[in-house]
């Protein structure tokens, strides 16, 4: 099994924007657990504190790493972020590992 973590960070400074963008990419991407192959968990969390790191978090489980290649090209994980692209910050951070 993988794990895939991604961080975010948001343009917008509005509190209320910011929150409706996270519910946003939410929808899109908690939708894809049985659309994509070998999706089995898909979280998206907000960060609490408010503070200059990520903004929200991209936490999933992928059966292997050639169900994690094919979410990468999956068209509907294409639409997901491209959205997330238009609402975050160019930095982001990634990991993926086995768990």
Avoid: C, W
Wanted: hydrophobic content about 50%; cysteine-free; charged content about 30%.
């Amino acid at each position: 099994m993988i794990r895939h973590i991604v961080l975010f960070q948001l343009i917008s400074d509005d509190a209320a924007e910011r929150a409706a963008q996270v519910a946003e990419a939410r929808r899109l991407l908690e939708a894809l657990v049985g659309v994509v192959p070998g999706l089995v968990r898909m979280d998206v969390r907000e960060d609490v504190l408010g503070g200059a790191n990520s903004d929200f978090a991209v936490d999933a489980d992928f059966d292997d790493l050639d169900a994690l290649k094919g979410y990468i090209v999956h068209p509907e994980h294409v639409k997901a972020a491209d959205y997330i692209g238009t609402i975050r910050k160019d930095a982001r951070a990634a990991i993926d590992f086995e768990i």
